[in-house]
């Protein structure tokens, strides 16, 4: 059973709307969740983490945190073509102390 | 340097080979992971160290072996591997405790391992 469920996509959204990324855990213990973005052939890069519950804001980038519904998910906002990647969600803590637990992630494509 | 390198960037070995994966840290942090990373799978965990020490060895084989001298390296020592093998292996680094929930981990380029 996968405790990090990610859409696989691909999601496509046109420049300059807003990317949903959606992502469910099981572990009810989680305490913290990342969003990486991978680029094809480059190594996750970490772009948000959130442990408390509501919204987290940088630049164009919303983390969201619901723990009652074991739901994380992250926005973009003004999505640029450079955006498109894949985003992969991890959570940590809980029955997995000592290890990120990462979810298949989604492609994301952004198109002119 | 910064961050987390990982050398070879590319490795191309038959089954019988023994090799070796280097991961250096310039983070100053006292965690570090080995991670592998196959198409359409998830990013699953190998191995973690926590101040030098294991803590956690995640049902890997043991033709895998990891090996951490201080807190700024890691390696992985590999032996009679199987074409499953072939994949990217990436090294991660965090701050304070290994796991701890807050701490975000900081990733390698990784190495693509090819098994013929």
């Known amino acids: 059973q996968k405790e990090v469920e990610q859409n696989s996509g691909p999601l496509s959204v046109p420049e300059g709307a807003i990317a949903s990324l959606n992502c469910t855990y099981s572990d009810r213990g989680s305490q913290s969740f990342f969003w990486y973005r991978q680029y094809s052939g480059k190594s996750p890069e970490l772009i948000m983490f959130?442990?408390?519950?509501g919204d987290k804001e940088d630049g164009r980038f919303t983390a969201q945190l619901n723990k009652a519904s074991q739901y994380v998910s992250l926005l973009i906002r003004d999505s640029q073509p450079s955006d498109s990647a894949t985003y992969l969600c991890?959570?940590?803590?809980?029955?997995?102390?000592?290890?990120?637990?990462f979810g298949q992630g989604t492609i994301l494509t952004v198109h002119p | 340097e910064t961050g987390v390198t990982q050398t070879p960037r590319h490795l191309v070995m038959g089954m019988t080979n023994k090799k070796s994966l280097k991961c250096e840290q310039h983070l100053g942090h006292n965690a570090m992971y080995w991670y592998k990373q196959s198409a359409k799978k998830p990013l699953e965990l190998m191995f973690v160290?926590?101040?030098?020490?294991?803590?956690e060895n995640n049902s890997v084989p043991s033709r895998f072996s990891p090996e951490c001298p201080n807190s700024s390296h890691l390696f992985l020592h590999l032996h009679t591997l199987q074409p499953e093998d072939s994949a990217l292996y990436l090294c991660?680094?965090?701050?304070?405790?290994?796991?701890?929930?807050?701490?975000?981990?900081?990733f390698g380029d990784g190495t693509r391992l090819s098994i013929l």
């Open positions: 959130i442990y408390s519950n």
């Open positions: 991890a959570s940590a803590g809980g029955t997995s102390y000592g290890k990120l637990t």
């Open positions: 991660a680094s965090s701050q304070g405790v290994a796991g701890a929930f807050d701490q975000p981990q900081h």
């Open positions: 160290y926590s101040l030098e020490e294991r803590v």
